[in-house]
C-alpha cells in the first residue's frame, strides 16, 4: 500500500508531462496542462471550446454497418496503373489522412504535426493534402474546426481551406478513405503520389484510428484501406503509416499492390511520431528525390527526435519496406512456420520477444513515460491496466524467430526479411526488434477473430487463417534464453545500400 501510495503522488507530479501515442491511457491530466499552455499563448483558449457543437454523424454518405461489412475489392482481381489524366511532370501529391482523436484532444499532437509540415515552406511542384477528422478538440491555433471534418493544403500562405461541406465524417469507414483519395486524384492529379495515415494504430487485427466520435470498437481495417485504393485504381509511390505496431507481414502483403514501398513502425510510437520539416523540406526542392533518400530522413529524424527528447520521447523503431519483395517474404514465412510449427507452438514468442529490454523498467535512458508506464505497472507480479505491451497485440519479431528456431528453413527467411527491409534504425533502447514483425494470436480468441476476418477479405489463404488458430489454445510453457541476441544482432545490421533500380525518379 505504501508503494502504491508512493506511486500515485508521484504520477499527480508527472502527469502533465508524459503521454505516448499508442502506448498509454489518458488521465485528463495531459489534456490539461496542454490547454492551461494554449491559453498563456496569443489565443484565448476560453472561447475556444463551443459547448453547442453538434457533433452527429454526416449525411453525405449513407453508411453500411460495420458488422455487415464485406470487402468492396476483388483481391485476386488484377489493376492497372496509369500516371492520372491532366498530371503535370514532376507533380506529387501527398494524401494526409489526419484522424487526431485523443491525440490531438489530450495533447495538440495533430496540431503540431502540421506546424512542422508548415516550417518545410511550400513548393508549387508539391501539393500536400490534409484531411482533419474524428476530433472532438482540435487547438484553436490553425483554426481546424472540431465540429466538422475539413480537409486543408499547404500553400504559399500556409495552410489553405479548400472543403469546409463535408460534415462530421467517419474516419473508420471504407468510404471515407475512398472519397478522399478521389478527391485528391481528381483536383490535384501527380505523377507521384505519396499516402499517409495519422492516428493511433493496432497492427493487422485492429487496424488504423480511433475516432472520438465513434464506439471504441470501430477502426479503419487492413482491408478496408485496401479496398478504398483499388476502388480508385490508384498505385502510390510509398504508404507511410505514423502509427503504432504497423510494421507487420500481414500488412506488408496487403498493400503490396497498393504501393512500391510502405514506412512503418513496428513498436508503439512517442507521442513525437514523425517528424516532418525536414523531409517535406526536400520533397519540396527536389520533388524526383528518390523514395530511399526521402524515407532515409523520415526514419532517421524520428529516432533523433525521440533520442534527444528525455521528456516526449520514448523507444522507437521504423523501416522502409520494398513492396515488391514481400511476396517471397510471405512464402519463406509459410515455409518456416509450417516447418516449426511445434517449436512455435510451445512458446510465446511475443511475450519473451518483451523480455529482452521492452517490459516495465525504466530505460537506460531518463525520461518521464517511461517512469509513469513504470509506475502505473505497480508491483512486478501485478499487471497494469494502464500500460500496453508488444504482446498484448501478438507482436512477434521475424528475424527473431529466425535466429532463434535453427531450421532448415531459417536461413530462407533470414535472407528473405533481409531483402524486403531496405533501411531500418531504432533508439539504443529498442534493439531488440528488426523492423517487421508476425501476428501469432497466442491465447487470445478476441485478436484472432478480428485477425482473421481481415485476413479473408484481402484474399489470404484459409489454410493459414486456420493454421493460426491453433495459437489460440497454445500451451506456451517452455520459455527460452535470450540472451543479448537483439544487441549482437544489431551490431552487424548496419545501413542498406541503395538497389540499383532505386534511383532518382524519372517523370
Given at each position: 500500500?505504501?508503494k502504491?501510495?508512493?506511486?500515485?503522488?508521484?504520477?499527480?507530479?508527472?502527469?502533465?508531462?508524459?503521454?505516448?501515442?499508442?502506448?498509454?491511457?489518458?488521465?485528463?491530466?495531459?489534456?490539461?496542462?496542454?490547454?492551461?499552455?494554449?491559453?498563456?499563448?496569443?489565443?484565448?483558449?476560453?472561447?475556444?471550446?463551443?459547448?453547442?457543437?453538434d457533433?452527429?454523424q454526416?449525411d453525405?454518405?449513407s453508411?453500411?454497418?460495420?458488422?455487415?461489412?464485406?470487402?468492396?475489392?476483388?483481391?485476386?482481381?488484377?489493376?492497372?496503373y496509369?500516371?492520372?489524366?491532366?498530371?503535370i511532370?514532376?507533380?506529387?501529391?501527398?494524401?494526409v489522412?489526419?484522424?487526431?482523436?485523443?491525440?490531438?484532444?489530450?495533447?495538440?499532437?495533430?496540431?503540431?504535426?502540421?506546424?512542422?509540415?508548415?516550417e518545410?515552406?511550400?513548393?508549387?511542384?508539391?501539393?500536400?493534402?490534409?484531411?482533419?477528422?474524428?476530433?472532438?478538440?482540435?487547438?484553436?491555433?490553425?483554426?481546424?474546426?472540431?465540429?466538422?471534418?475539413?480537409?486543408?493544403?499547404?500553400?504559399?500562405?500556409?495552410?489553405?481551406?479548400?472543403?469546409?461541406n463535408?460534415?462530421?465524417?467517419?474516419?473508420?469507414?471504407?468510404?471515407?478513405?475512398?472519397?478522399?483519395i478521389?478527391?485528391?486524384?481528381?483536383?490535384?492529379?501527380?505523377?507521384?503520389?505519396?499516402l499517409?495515415?495519422?492516428?493511433?494504430?493496432?497492427?493487422?487485427a485492429?487496424?488504423?484510428?480511433?475516432?472520438?466520435?465513434?464506439?471504441?470498437?470501430?477502426?479503419?481495417g487492413?482491408?478496408?484501406?485496401?479496398?478504398?485504393?483499388?476502388?480508385?485504381?490508384?498505385?502510390?509511390?510509398?504508404?507511410?503509416?505514423?502509427?503504432?505496431?504497423?510494421?507487420?507481414?500481414e500488412?506488408?502483403?496487403a498493400?503490396?499492390?497498393?504501393?512500391?514501398?510502405s514506412?512503418?513502425?513496428?513498436?508503439?510510437?512517442?507521442?513525437?511520431?514523425?517528424?516532418?520539416?525536414?523531409w517535406?523540406?526536400?520533397?519540396?526542392?527536389?520533388?524526383?528525390?528518390?523514395?530511399?533518400?526521402?524515407?532515409?530522413?523520415?526514419?532517421?529524424?524520428?529516432?533523433?527526435?525521440?533520442?534527444?527528447d528525455?521528456?516526449?520521447?520514448?523507444?522507437?523503431?521504423?523501416?522502409?519496406?520494398?513492396?515488391?519483395?514481400?511476396?517471397?517474404?510471405?512464402?519463406?514465412?509459410?515455409?518456416f512456420?509450417?516447418?516449426?510449427?511445434?517449436?512455435?507452438?510451445?512458446?510465446?514468442?511475443?511475450?519473451?520477444?518483451?523480455?529482452t529490454?521492452?517490459?516495465?523498467?525504466?530505460?537506460?535512458?531518463?525520461?518521464?513515460?517511461a517512469?509513469?508506464?513504470?509506475l502505473?505497472?505497480?508491483?512486478?507480479?501485478?499487471?497494469?491496466?494502464?500500460?500496453?505491451?508488444?504482446?498484448?497485440?501478438?507482436?512477434?519479431?521475424?528475424?527473431?524467430?529466425a535466429?532463434?528456431?535453427d531450421?532448415?528453413?531459417?536461413?530462407?527467411?533470414?535472407?528473405?526479411?533481409?531483402?524486403?527491409?531496405l533501411?531500418?534504425?531504432?533508439?539504443?533502447?529498442?534493439?531488440?526488434?528488426t523492423?517487421?514483425?508476425?501476428?501469432?494470436?497466442?491465447?487470445?480468441?478476441?485478436?484472432?477473430?478480428?485477425?482473421k476476418?481481415?485476413?479473408?477479405?484481402?484474399g489470404?489463404?484459409?489454410?493459414?487463417?486456420?493454421?493460426?488458430?491453433?495459437?489460440?489454445?497454445a500451451?506456451?510453457?517452455?520459455?527460452?534464453?535470450?540472451?543479448?541476441?537483439?544487441?549482437?544482432?544489431?551490431g552487424?545490421?548496419?545501413?542498406?545500400?541503395?538497389?540499383?533500380?532505386?534511383?532518382?525518379?524519372?517523370?
Open positions: 500500500m505504501k502504491y501510495c508512493l506511486n500515485i503522488i508521484t504520477l499527480i507530479i508527472i502527469g502533465s508531462v508524459s503521454l505516448s501515442g499508442c502506448s498509454a491511457a489518458f488521465f485528463g491530466l495531459p489534456g490539461l496542462f496542454y490547454e492551461t499552455a494554449e491559453s498563456l499563448s496569443e489565443m484565448d483558449l476560453s472561447e475556444s471550446i463551443d459547448l453547442e457543437y457533433y452527429s454526416s453525405i454518405w453508411w453500411p454497418d460495420t458488422d455487415d461489412y464485406t470487402p468492396t475489392f476483388d483481391p485476386d482481381e488484377e489493376y492497372t496509369e500516371t492520372p489524366e491532366g498530371a511532370d514532376g507533380s506529387v501529391t501527398v494524401f489522412y489526419m484522424n487526431g482523436s485523443t491525440l490531438e484532444t489530450e495533447a495538440g499532437c495533430a496540431t503540431r504535426d502540421i506546424k512542422e509540415m508548415l518545410a515552406g511550400y513548393s508549387e511542384n508539391v501539393n500536400v493534402l490534409i484531411q482533419t477528422m474524428g476530433t472532438k478538440y482540435w487547438s484553436k491555433s490553425l483554426g481546424i474546426a472540431s465540429d466538422r471534418s475539413q480537409t486543408y493544403i499547404i500553400g504559399e500562405d500556409g495552410l489553405e481551406l479548400i472543403r469546409d463535408l460534415g462530421q465524417l467517419d474516419c473508420t469507414r471504407e468510404e471515407t478513405l475512398r472519397e478522399f478521389e478527391f485528391g486524384t481528381k483536383e490535384y492529379p501527380a505523377a507521384r503520389n505519396i499517409l495515415f495519422w492516428d493511433h494504430g493496432g497492427g493487422p485492429y487496424g488504423f484510428g480511433w475516432d472520438e466520435f465513434q464506439p471504441e470498437y470501430e477502426f479503419l487492413i482491408d478496408k484501406i485496401v479496398g478504398a485504393i483499388k476502388q480508385n485504381n490508384m498505385h502510390f509511390d510509398f504508404i507511410g503509416m505514423d502509427c503504432c505496431i504497423m510494421s507487420c507481414l500488412i506488408a502483403y498493400l503490396r499492390d497498393c504501393c512500391d514501398y514506412v512503418l513502425s513496428e513498436d508503439f510510437e512517442s507521442e513525437l511520431g514523425w517528424y516532418y520539416t525536414d517535406m523540406s526536400a520533397l519540396y526542392k527536389e520533388p524526383s528525390i528518390s523514395t530511399y533518400e526521402l524515407s532515409e530522413i523520415i526514419i532517421d529524424d524520428m529516432i533523433r527526435t525521440n533520442e534527444e528525455h521528456l516526449k520521447g520514448d523507444r522507437s523503431i521504423l523501416a522502409l519496406i520494398d513492396e515488391s519483395r514481400v511476396d517471397d517474404l510471405w512464402k519463406a514465412w509459410l515455409d512456420a509450417y516447418d516449426n510449427q511445434d517449436a512455435l507452438l510451445s512458446t510465446n514468442f511475443s511475450q519473451e520477444m518483451e523480455g529490454g521492452k517490459g516495465r523498467d525504466l530505460s537506460k535512458r531518463f525520461k518521464a513515460g517512469l509513469l508506464n513504470y502505473l505497472a505497480g508491483d512486478d507480479d501485478e499487471e497494469s491496466e494502464y500500460y500496453d505491451y508488444l504482446y498484448d497485440y501478438c507482436v512477434t519479431d521475424l528475424m527473431g524467430l535466429q532463434i528456431i531450421s532448415d528453413t531459417s536461413q530462407a527467411l533470414i535472407d528473405a526479411v533481409k531483402n524486403v527491409l533501411y531500418v534504425n531504432a533508439t539504443e533502447d529498442d534493439q531488440s526488434l523492423g517487421i514483425s508476425v501476428t501469432l494470436p497466442y491465447g487470445d480468441y478476441d485478436l484472432y477473430g478480428d485477425l476476418r481481415m485476413l479473408k477479405n484481402c489470404f489463404g484459409s489454410d493459414y487463417i486456420e493454421w493460426l488458430k491453433g495459437f489460440c489454445s500451451e506456451t510453457g517452455e520459455r527460452y534464453n535470450w540472451g543479448s541476441w537483439g544487441d549482437d544482432f544489431w552487424d545490421w548496419g545501413n542498406f545500400e541503395m538497389p540499383d533500380y532505386m534511383g532518382e525518379w524519372d517523370f
